[in-house]
T-cell receptor
Framework: AQTVTQSQPEMSVQEAETVTLSCTYDTSENNYYLFWYKQPPSRQMILVIRQEAYKQQNATENRFSVNFQKAAKSFSLKISDSQLGDTAMYFCAFQNRDDKIIFGKGTRLHILP | ETGVTQSPTHLIKTRGQQVTLRCSSQSGHNTVSWYQQALGQGPQFIFQYYREEENGRGNFPPRFSGLQFPNYSSELNVNALELDDSALYLC???????????FGSGTRLTVV
């Protein structure tokens, strides 16, 4: 079975600091997609960043970047210069060849002023 | 382009009742997926519809059923509601594969 594991239930960092959220996954597939989603208190699930497994280059979106280690099945999210608006639940997600997305249990991130 | 819209936003039902949740997919998206998100948990896959046909199902009992219409909007029906069905129900649409899903804001269902 394909699984996504987020080992950090909750994290807090000071505004402007850098924070890294961890994620590991398990799959026997070779081609797949990985995502980080953000869910603020408004409940809207927002796509933060995506990574295609066949691309070795780590994806970057402004202050958000990933460290994708395919052999280790690791996909961490780094948030640089964190802002108060980054406070949210963050979900790591895996999309398999059947086009289904599987989510981890999430990491609650608090950005402190 | 419009996003994914879900209705209603909140709902309270009594155990044993039936409920229908609705979702309008983003323009151009032909795949709709439904998720159940319990408080403090990650979303759990219920099922997916592609061009009006069920295209995969998660570990949910048959009392969870769905429909997709020709305009790609979708319904989630839950019969014989149980207290544990209380959750946020998220609808997501997608097309093509690999671009991730676009989510609605969800329906908060409370079963009392």
């Amino acid at each position: 079975a394909q699984t996504v594991t987020q080992s950090q239930p909750e994290m807090s960092v000071q505004e402007a600091e850098t924070v890294t959220l961890s994620c590991t996954y398990d799959t026997s597939e070779n081609n797949y997609y990985l995502f980080w989603y953000k869910q603020p208190p408004s409940r809207q699930m927002i796509l933060v960043i995506r990574q295609e497994a066949y691309k070795q280059q780590n994806a970057t979106e402004n202050r958000f970047s990933v460290n994708f280690q395919k052999a280790a099945k690791s996909f961490s999210l780094k948030i640089s210069d964190s802002q108060l608006g980054d406070t949210a639940m963050y979900f790591c997600a895996f999309q398999n060849r059947d086009d289904k997305i599987i989510f981890g249990k999430g990491t609650r991130l608090h950005i402190l002023p | 382009e419009t996003g994914v819209t879900q209705s209603p936003t909140h709902l309270i039902k009594t155990r044993g009742q039936q409920v229908t949740l609705r979702c309008s997919s983003q323009s151009g998206h032909n795949t709709v997926s439904w998720y159940q998100q319990a408080l403090g948990q990650g979303p759990q896959f219920i099922f997916q519809y592609y061009r009006e046909e069920e295209n995969g199902r998660g570990n949910f009992p048959p009392r969870f059923s769905g429909l997709q219409f020709p305009n790609y909007s979708s319904e989630l029906n839950v019969n014989a509601l149980e207290l544990d069905d209380s959750a946020l129900y998220l609808c997501a649409s997608s097309s093509p594969k690999g671009n991730g899903y676009t989510f609605g804001s969800g329906t908060r269902l409370t079963v009392v």
